[in-house]
Nanobody, 125 residues
Framework: VQLQASGGGSVQAGGSLRLSCAASGRTFSSYTMGWFRQAPGKEREFVAAVKWSGGTSYTNSMKGRFTISRDNAKSTVYLQMNSLKPEDTAVYYC????????????????????WGQGTQVTVSS
């Protein structure tokens, strides 16, 4: 399995970015996809996930600002990020879950067995 993330960059506070993650190697539609992020000196943090069924989950601080979606025909997961804040600065990683994850496990990094290389998002004030 390969996950290729793209779309990161530098924006000013209040701006928007859309991250993409193209997957290959196994049947994309059967797996939960997630986004995590890691800021310097901090632990990896759950951002959002979209289940194989289309159900979504978000960290509370990102609800209403971030939207995760998937296009099974393109084997791609997206993260639309609006109203960005300087504290959103981090490397963002996409990940593919180890099966059809239940909601309570979506936020755990150990629920995901494949990871992309990360894409840097920098938000300036």
């Amino acid at each position: 399995v390969q996950l290729q993330a793209s779309g990161g960059g530098s924006v000013q506070a209040g701006g928007s970015l859309r991250l993409s993650c193209a997957a290959s190697g196994r049947t994309f539609s059967s797996y939960t996809m997630g986004w995590f992020r890691q800021a310097p000196g901090k632990e990896r943090e759950f951002v959002a996930a979209v289940k194989w069924s289309g159900g979504t989950s978000y960290t509370n601080s990102m609800k209403g600002r971030f939207t995760i979606s998937r296009d099974n025909a393109k084997s791609t997961v997206y993260l639309q990020m609006n109203s960005l804040k300087p504290e959103d600065t981090a490397v963002y990683y996409c990940a593919q879950g180890n099966g059809r994850l239940i909601t309570s496990s979506l936020h755990r990094p150990e629920s995901y067995d494949y990871w992309g290389q990360g894409t840097q998002v920098t938000v300036s004030s």
